[in-house]
């Protein structure tokens, strides 16, 4: 049995850890003969005050021993699995039930496995090591296969809607950022995405901004989801200063083989849309090798249309992607993983509108499409040895995409610039443009009008970590680490001329503008986590680590851009930085169901290199920002476990924000250093389950974020002042959702599921006065689920956005921004079938 694989479950809801001392002492218990094993363990875990892990497909089908009287734990545990072909064993303070090795079979047959119940407490990797949730003390929330499952998710738009105060932003084309928190800004990521134990980012491009983009894998067979909120700093390195968001997939089993085909059919806007995937796991040599195949293919309807082009349906997308998993246990404690992801996605056009045109309409000048070509290959070894655990990853990715934008507005308000002219006509600074000579500058630009900015752009990054960490019952828990990643990309970025009828590339009328500009960051890191008291109802956790990046920058102008000035685009810089994130917190049992937590936290992202031609010196080069976050929380469970709640309250300091600022002529974006913010907020996610058909769960997030600083400058356009609340921050978002499941008749089952996402009012600028300001958000999404469901197959219906929302979620500032919202109402039906 492997700790990180799957859905585990802890039956007896955040029982209290029990000290050495009274793990001896004897104790009265009354368990009956018969009961499922699952509620045999739970009612051991009450009356032991003990935590245990177990699988549910590991107990399901068989029935529990009478165990009765005052009995040591130890020895009535023993009775209660005698046997059932499982065994016990100690694991960092809990009891951990494991299959008994090499034995012929249970005594009692199995049946069909079950879906785990999401109130149990879901062991997690938040910090590096496996932990429940509930005894987690950071703001957690862990989605399991089965709760992603019943709630249909299956790409980064839906799973949004299911975790409220993560918020994905679109910054272009076939681009989003991640932000939790309120820590909103430019650069590197300020929400690290990893897939398993791999963090994934975007490249730098020509605006020093990676984290506006990430490969977006397609979230098909996943074990499991986890939103950690708050800096992890320590443990995740740069880039996780809000949070961080880890999706982890499964793994080959190697003992049973299995199969499962689902297909989907939508509509939205009235354009049709499907989706397929396919999941085969075979076990090669049972217990020592197997292999799982993903494959998927999805087609997303279209719902913008281009009024200036005078097209219908223009953003339809396609994505193909196959994914393949070698797993093998060569002896007892040591498993090893590798996993190769290839994906390709087209986009046909840009799914934002535009304000002019309203609601889903664009008036760009050109069709933006936008291509994909995602490689993802990653090993791992994890060994366990007696006392201690031993893990190692190496992995790879290729990202190749090519991604345009609009660039009419910024050539035509060049039309009648005087300093344009010079340039064109190589005038001194001082001299001035005649009359025919602003005529024919006037004339060029239009021949160059309308324009497109179009970027391929090649990434590629690799990644090591080994880390070993404490594995078994003791005062004392540890994790120590060693973090390399080197990360190279480069784009080709061109301006060129479009047909004003059909929005293509006039290809014989040559570059208005081209550049090149590579990028390349290393990071050397090495991290640990000391915990005192990790078996007692009271401990400390001290945490560090030590970074060391390096980012350089190249950039060569092949044509220069007179219009928007690209004459100094020749450069190559370095920058360079070491220094600590560190860690501190505290918990607190408060009793056998509820945690206290306090925390003080830090994070931080790197510099580099702004690649804006003719920058001013002192705005070429950007500083490293960092935060700390100070946190009060509380965990627990009421009503005999029917009740999970948990809350926590926190206030960020921000010195030193990155964040993007515009050229006077808006053509060009680049990093600023523009001071300090402060965030105040609050969370809380609660589930009440009565046992009973019906269940539902609340979610809420604050975060009131303002600059506490000016931000000036002399060259830039954009920036705020101290008291403007943070760009595209919602003060509140909230989500609430209830199921209802009951038998139909014997071998069938109903599901229905209703979920409400609210997101509050926020602003496209720091100022709400500027005219480049749009007011966003405002926003709730409905949706509705219905699924069938027999031994072998599933069939449903679903509705996304009931109410046909369509207030903004995001806008660009610029020449002609772009206005991104909800997809309008999708209707849609699915069909499963395992084999």
């Not at 689902?262 to 197997?290: D, I, R, Y």
């Not at 049992?589 to 010196?617: D, K």
């Not at 046909?804 to 500032?813: E, K, L, R």
Request: with cysteine.
């Amino acid at each position: 049995m492997r700790i990180g694989h799957a859905s585990l479950v802890m039956g007896g809801l955040c029982a209290a850890v029990a000290a050495p001392a009274q793990a001896a002492s004897a104790t009265r218990f009354a368990i009956p003969a018969g009961l499922p094993l699952e509620r045999a363990l739970t009612t051991f875990s009450t009356q032991s005050d003990r935590d245990i892990l177990f699988q549910p497909a590991l107990v399901a089908g068989l029935k529990s021993r009478r165990v009765v009287g005052r009995l040591d734990p130890d020895a009535a545990l023993n009775q209660l699995l005698k046997g059932t072909g499982l065994t016990w064993r100690s694991f960092q303070g809990r009891v951990l039930i494991e299959r008994i090795e090499k034995m012929a079979a249970p005594v009692q047959p199995p049946a069909p496995p079950e879906q785990p119940s999401d109130l149990d407490g879901v062991v997690i990797t938040a910090l590096r090591r496996p932990t429940l949730d509930q005894l987690t003390p950071m703001s957690v929330r862990a989605l399991t296969e089965a709760e992603l499952t019943r709630a249909g998710v299956v790409t980064f738009e839906r799973a949004t809607t299911t975790t409220p105060g993560l918020v994905a932003t679109a910054t272009g084309v076939g681009r989003n950022r991640l932000t939790l928190r309120g820590v909103y800004g430019s650069g590197e990521a300020t929400t690290a995405l990893y897939y398993d134990d791999v963090p994934v980012t975007g490249a730098s491009g020509t605006t020093a901004d990676p984290g506006s983009s990430f490969p977006e894998l397609v979230l098909a067979d996943v074990s499991r989801v986890e939103l950690l909120r708050g800096p992890q700093g320590t443990l995740h390195g740069a880039s996780a200063m809000g949070g961080a968001l880890k999706v982890m997939f499964n793994r080959p089993d190697l003992r049973e083989p299995s199969a499962r085909l689902e297909a989907e059919a939508s509509t939205s806007a009235g354009h049709l849309g499907q989706a397929a995937s396919l999941v085969l796991n075979q076990p090669l040599v049972e217990g020592l090798l197997g292999v799982r195949v993903t494959a998927y293919h999805r087609t997303e309807p279209a719902f913008i249309d281009n009024s200036r082009l005078g097209l219908s349906a223009v953003n339809d997308s396609q994505v193909n992607g196959v994914r393949l998993g070698i797993g093998a246990q060569p002896f007892e404690g040591l498993n090893l993983n590798f996993m190769v992801t290839r994906q390709v996605e087209d986009l046909d056009d840009t799914s934002a509108w535009t304000p002019m045109g309203g609601s889903y309409v664009s008036t760009n000048y050109g069709r933006l499409p936008f291509e994909s070509e995602v490689t993802f290959a990653v090993g791992s070894a994890d060994w366990r040895l007696p006392g201690v655990r031993l893990s190692a990853m190496a992995a790879a990715y290729r990202w190749d995409s090519h991604r345009r934008s609009e660039y009419s507005g910024v050539l035509l308000a060049e039309r009648t610039s005087e300093a344009g002219c010079r340039r064109y006509f190589a005038l001194a600074s001082s001299a001035s443009c005649s009359i025919d000579q602003m005529s024919r500058w006037t004339t060029y630009v239009d021949s160059r009008a309308p324009g497109l900015l179009t970027q391929p752009v090649d990434m590629e990054s690799r990644v090591v970590e080994m880390r070993a960490t404490s594995d078994g019952h003791g005062f004392i828990g540890w994790t120590i680490g060693l973090f390399g990643e080197s990360r190279e990309d480069s784009i080709d970025s061109q301006v060129v001329v479009l047909n004003a009828s059909t929005g293509q590339p006039v290809e014989v009328a040559g570059f208005t503008g081209r550049r090149l500009v590579d990028s390349r960051f290393q990071q050397r890191a090495a991290y640990g986590e000391l915990i005192i008291g990790a078996d007692r109802d009271t401990s400390f956790t001290v945490g560090a680590r030590r970074f060391d990046y390096k980012r350089t920058t190249v950039g060569r102008t092949l044509i220069v851009n007179v219009i928007s000035n690209t004459a100094e685009g020749n450069f190559d810089k370095s920058a360079s930085e070491k220094g600590w994130s560190l860690k501190f917190v505290g918990s607190h049992r408060l009793n056998a169901r509820v945690l206290a937590y306090a925390q003080a936290s830090q994070g931080f992202r790197p510099g580099g290199i702004n690649t804006v031609p003719s920058l001013s010196q002192d705005l070429a080069a950007y500083r490293a920002d960092s935060l700390w976050n100070y946190e009060l929380g509380l965990k627990g469970t009421w009503l005999d476990g029917r009740l999970t709640a948990n809350g926590a309250v926190y206030r960020i300091d921000w010195r030193d924000m990155q964040y993007t600022a515009a050229s006077p002529n808006g053509a060009f974006s680049f990093l600023a250093n523009i001071g300090r913010a402060r965030i105040n907020g609050a969370e809380a996610d609660v589930t009440f389950d009565p046992r009973g058909p019906w269940r539902t769960g609340l979610n809420l997030a604050y975060a009131d974020a303002v600059l506490t600083e000016d931000q000036e400058s002399a060259v830039a356009v954009g920036l705020g002042s101290a008291g403007d609340r943070l760009p595209v921050v919602p003060k509140i978002a909230a989500g609430i959702w209830t199921e209802y499941e009951r038998p139909l008749t014997r071998g069938l089952d109903l599901l229905l599921r209703a979920d409400a996402t609210h997101t509050g009012r926020s602003h496209s600028a720091f100022a709400s006065s500027s005219a480049d300001d749009t007011r966003l958000g405002g926003v709730m999404l409905i949706g509705m689920r219905a699924v069938v469901q027999a031994e072998s197959w599933n069939m449903g219906a679903y509705v996304e956005n009931l109410l046909n929302d369509d207030a903004p979620s995001f806008a660009s500032t610029g020449r002609q921004p772009q206005v991104y919202g909800p997809r309008p109402r999708r209707v849609g039906v699915t069909l499963g079938y395992s084999f």
